[in-house]
């Protein structure tokens, strides 16, 4: 969203906070869709029994095949669940499925061996179930359409999408679902608000504050030679040092300098990690940084 205002001055920070909160809706709606598409994808085994069992030479593999993979206690908890199902409705979830793709999905890993293995199996347990899943959904996303799906719905699915890869990960290892299963991974208002509102209007308030106080540092750096993705970074981490008492300033160095490993160039790590080390340095010498509780300065 800074970088949205720093290329269209026309943006008022109110436009911008709306954009964010529907950023955060988008990153929920993207958990739910996934979800979704688990049990979407598994649900096809239904058609693979009925077309096995509608050949007039059946094999061994296909008499002995089950929907299990769907028909399970486990994908059932999901399936069968209200206020997953209450969710999807009300966002408007199951809109965005495409048939196709999902279908293409459970061909291609109906082929696979760890399927052909779980089908094998006499005797089957939770874990069993839970394995396969996390197959199912290994295998959906390696797929290379995989990403262009996510991102013609949700174009912010490259910056969520190790977020939502963790949580899918966790839903299935957590399964059977409990009945508000979901809301375990809704966005907080602590995070969401409290935080990221707070950490992007400070920003973009206090902008000539916090270019005052970078500019100094970078020494042999002309201010107008640093890229743009660096300098609102740069901003971003000054801000939190000086107005997140809670938050350790360990913990900021190591979160702005792995972002800047995701948004801005090779070097840029070590650029933003030099500046933001001398800034810390120099703040703390002339007592400006306060944080709350012990060894929150370390």
């Known amino acids: 969203m800074l970088y949205t205002m ?9 436009q911008v906070l709306n954009h964010y909160r529907k950023s955060i809706h988008k990153s929920f709606d993207l958990y739910l869709f996934n979800v979704l598409q688990l049990t979407e994808v598994a649900k096809y085994s239904y058609k693979d029994a009925e077309k096995r069992a509608s050949k007039h030479l059946p094999s061994a593999e296909d008499k002995a095949f089950t929907p299990k993979i769907y028909d399970n206690e486990l994908m059932q908890s999901i399936v069968n669940n209200k206020c997953f199902w209450d969710l999807v409705k009300s966002r408007k979830i199951k809109e965005l499925l495409d048939d196709d793709t999902n279908l293409k999905y459970y061909v291609d890993f109906s082929e696979s061996d760890e399927y052909k293995a779980y089908l094998s199996q006499t005797e089957d ?8 899943f996390l197959h199912q959904y290994r295998f959906c996303y390696s797929n290379e359409s995989f990403d262009d799906e996510m991102e013609s719905e949700f174009p912010c699915w490259m910056d969520d999408k190790s977020l939502i890869m963790g949580s899918m990960k966790k839903t ?3 399964l059977p679902a409990t009945e508000n299963f979901c809301e375990a991974y809704r966005p907080t208002d602590e995070t969401t608000v409290e935080f990221g509102e707070v950490l992007l209007e400070k920003v973009v308030n206090d902008n ?17 030679r640093v890229a743009i993705i660096d300098m609102i970074i740069l901003k ?8 997140f008492p809670s938050i350790p300033t360990k913990v900021t160095l190591n979160e702005f300098v792995e972002i800047s490993k995701l948004y801005s160039t090779d070097k840029s790590k070590d650029f933003i990690n030099g500046i933001l080390d001398r800034l810390m340095k120099q703040l703390d010498k002339e007592g400006k940084i306060n944080k709350e509780g012990r060894g929150l300065k370390g």
């Open 6 to 14: 720093s290329r269209d001055k026309d943006l008022s920070l109110y």
């Open 125 to 132: 347990s939770d874990q069993n179930h839970k394995d396969i």
């Open 172 to 174: 299935i290892k957590a």
């Open 208 to 224: 000539d504050e916090l270019l005052g106080i970078i500019e100094p540092a970078l020494k042999n750096w002309d201010v107008d």
């Open 236 to 243: 971003m981490a000054l801000s939190e040092l000086l107005s």
